[in-house]
Structures are given as structure tokens and as C-alpha cells.
């Protein structure tokens, strides 16, 4: 018996993967609804589940565990990145005239 699993989950194909985002964008809809930003704080778990816990199931039912995952992480730093861009621009603060290059070596 090995360390890791045999068992291969084979891709989502076109109609899995449309079922996926389209219970995502649901379960989203019904965050913004109801002011939860980042479903996976424990502190923010009844809310969740009180409010949209049916289209949360029916999300993580519908999706590969790491997508599952990856599209709330996603959407709570997407949230904390545009909250962040209108901060600074209320402060002031403009784009630079210029794209920053990676540090070469």
C-alpha cells in the first residue's frame, strides 16, 4: 500500500465544468447578498450556512475539491485587492505612467 491514492479523477469535461461556475455564481450572488466576504473564516461559518448553505452544498457537490477552494480564495482576495485599489485612490494615489518589470538577474 503507497503513500499516495491509484485512484486518477479524470477532468471535469465542458458540461461539468459549466455546471461548476454557473452553482458558483450562485453561491457568490447569495454571499454579496448578505455581506460575506470570505466564506471560508470560521468566524463568517454560520452565516454561511444559515444563509446559503443549500447553494453552498450544491457548489462544493457540483465541483473538483480544489476548484471548490480556489474560487473562494479567489473571490475573498479579488474583494481585499479592489477594496485596497479604492482606498488608495480616495488617498490620492495614481497609476504609474509605467508597468514594472520582474527584478532581473
Not at 499516495?4 to 454579496?32: G, H, I, M, Y
Not at 473538483?64 to 490620492?92: C, H, M, P
Given at each position: 500500500?503507497?503513500?499516495?491514492?491509484?485512484?486518477?479523477?479524470?477532468?471535469?469535461?465542458?458540461?461539468?465544468?459549466?455546471?461548476?461556475?454557473?452553482?458558483?455564481?450562485?453561491?457568490?450572488?447569495?454571499?454579496?447578498?448578505?455581506?460575506?466576504?470570505?466564506?471560508?473564516?470560521?468566524?463568517?461559518?454560520?452565516?454561511?450556512?444559515?444563509?446559503?448553505?443549500?447553494?453552498?452544498?450544491?457548489?462544493?457537490?457540483?465541483?473538483?475539491?480544489?476548484?471548490?477552494?480556489?474560487?473562494?480564495?479567489?473571490?475573498?482576495?479579488?474583494?481585499?485587492?479592489?477594496?485596497y485599489i479604492?482606498?488608495?485612490?480616495?488617498?490620492?494615489?495614481?497609476?504609474?505612467?509605467?508597468?514594472?518589470?520582474?527584478g532581473?538577474?
Amino acid at each position: 500500500m503507497g503513500w499516495f491514492s491509484s485512484e486518477v479523477q479524470a477532468p471535469p469535461d465542458k458540461n461539468k465544468r459549466q455546471t461548476c461556475w454557473d452553482s458558483r455564481d450562485r453561491f457568490f450572488e447569495c454571499l454579496t447578498a448578505h455581506g460575506i466576504d470570505n466564506s471560508l473564516d470560521a468566524k463568517q461559518k454560520d452565516a454561511v450556512e444559515n444563509n446559503c448553505g443549500t447553494l453552498r452544498t450544491e457548489f462544493q457537490n457540483n465541483c473538483v475539491a480544489s476548484w471548490f477552494k480556489y474560487f473562494q480564495e479567489k473571490r475573498y482576495n479579488d474583494i481585499t485587492r479592489e477594496r485596497y485599489i479604492k482606498k488608495l485612490e480616495a488617498e490620492g494615489a495614481q497609476e504609474l505612467p509605467f508597468k514594472l518589470a520582474p527584478g532581473k538577474k
